[in-house]
Nanobody, 126 residues
Framework: VQLQASGGGLVQAGGSLRLSCAAS????????MGWFRQAPGKEREFVAA????????YYADFAKGRFTISRDNVKNTVYLQMNSLKPEDTAVYYC????????????????????WGQGTQVTVSS
């Protein structure tokens, strides 16, 4: 199982980035997917999750209205569109796969996710 996150980079405050997470070695439609982030010196935190079906999404409060998670089960890829970025969004962003729950569940706890990507750095300058 491999999750490859990409799309990070350096962007000015107010800008946008689209992260991608390409999955191999698993059938993505069998997993709820999530994005997490970890800033230097801080614990890893939940950002957003999408159910297996794509019919349900769940966001951390700081992501609501600015970030959008989506998935393409044919392409075996999950996305995180991030708009109106702020310097406090600077972190390494990780995608993760969860087998927990049903087709419309959106897990958000780190222990619910059994497979993790390597992370992609997002830096937002002020």
């Amino acid at each position: 199982v491999q999750l490859q996150a990409s799309g990070g980079g350096l962007v000015q405050a107010g800008g946008s980035l689209r992260l991608s997470c390409a999955a191999s070695g698993l059938t993505l439609s069998r997993y709820a997917m999530g994005w997490f982030r970890q800033a230097p010196g801080k614990e890893r935190e939940f950002v957003a999750a999408i159910s297996r079906s794509g019919g349900s999404t769940y966001y951390a409060d700081f992501a609501k209205g600015r970030f959008t998670i989506s998935r393409d089960n044919v392409k075996n890829t999950v996305y995180l569109q991030m708009n109106s970025l702020k310097p406090e969004d600077t972190a390494v962003y990780y995608c993760a796969a969860s087998y927990v729950g049903g087709d419309y569940d959106t897990p958000s706890a780190i222990p619910d996710f059994g497979s993790w990507g390597q992370g992609t750095q997002v830096t937002v300058s002020s």
